[in-house]
């Protein structure tokens, strides 16, 4: 007997996650007979559902907040880009019953803004806010696109300079402390922080976005978020959230899976 290819995001909270219609829609309009759900697992819980997921028939699952480092540790395999990324949002089961683990955040965000938005990246100059998971994820893929420079900020300026450094001899990458960022000014300002959905920015001055520069908060939601609203406020030529991301990064995760590129 032949059963449907199971496919799940797994997070904790899950309820609102997009990626079962998103995924759901791509099948349609491929032609791929899938289904795909959507499943509460609390990071305690991870390792058990997976393996559970997996023995079931399982083929692929994405994992999202907080469970991203803990599939990294699960992958019998990686990529280099999940390996860099430290954080895994796709895992898929191969021939030989391993699984391998991708994260395709990073080449999401590039795509949206390069393919979907016409932002050339090369020669740009690049400033992300923030230092965590989000951060580390999204720093190779851009790198690849021979930017100028990134200048990593963050609250926590250690974390900034510890993350810079661990990327040093892949490109221009430096960190620094929101105040370090007087006089300075960026083509692209990436909001990685987890600040914006509470309605918190980071302290930023007013010089901050060059002229026709661009804002991308990796956050998204239904109304403007108060990062995409301060672009706009400066002129931003373009003040993004993060939805185009997540449609690309699971058109990517699709990709990987099924070996065919959904419209996006
Ligand atoms: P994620 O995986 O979403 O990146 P994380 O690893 O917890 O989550 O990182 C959250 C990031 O948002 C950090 O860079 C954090 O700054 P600190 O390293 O100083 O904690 C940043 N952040 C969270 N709340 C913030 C706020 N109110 N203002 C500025 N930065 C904030």
Known sequence: MTST???AVFGHPIKHSKSPRIHTIFAEQTGQT??????????????????????GGGKGLNCTVPLKELAWAYADAKTERAHTAKAVNTLALQA?????GDNTDGIGL??????NHGVTLARCRIL???AGGASRGIITPILEQSPTT???????IAKAIDLAVEFQGKGCIEGCGFDDLKSKQFDLIINATSSSLSGQLPPLPDELL??????????????????V?????????KSLDGLGMLVEQAAEAFFIWRGIRPET
């Open 128 to 130: 992300i806010l923030g």
């Open 210 to 227: 060059a002229q026709n520069g661009v804002c991308y908060d990796l956050a998204y939601s239904n109304e403007a978020t108060v990062f």
């Open 5 to 7: 290819d199971r496919y």
């Open 34 to 55: 899938l289904v795909y759900s959507a499943q509460d697992v609390p990071a305690e819980h991870f390792q058990a559902a997976v393996a559970q997921f997996f023995a």
């Open 96 to 100: 030989d019953g391993s699984v391998l």
């Open 110 to 115: 590039v795509t949206d803004l390069t393919v």
């Open 150 to 156: 990134i200048v990593i900020a963050n609250r926590t």
């Open 229 to 237: 609203r301060w672009g706009q406020e400066k002129q931003a030529q």
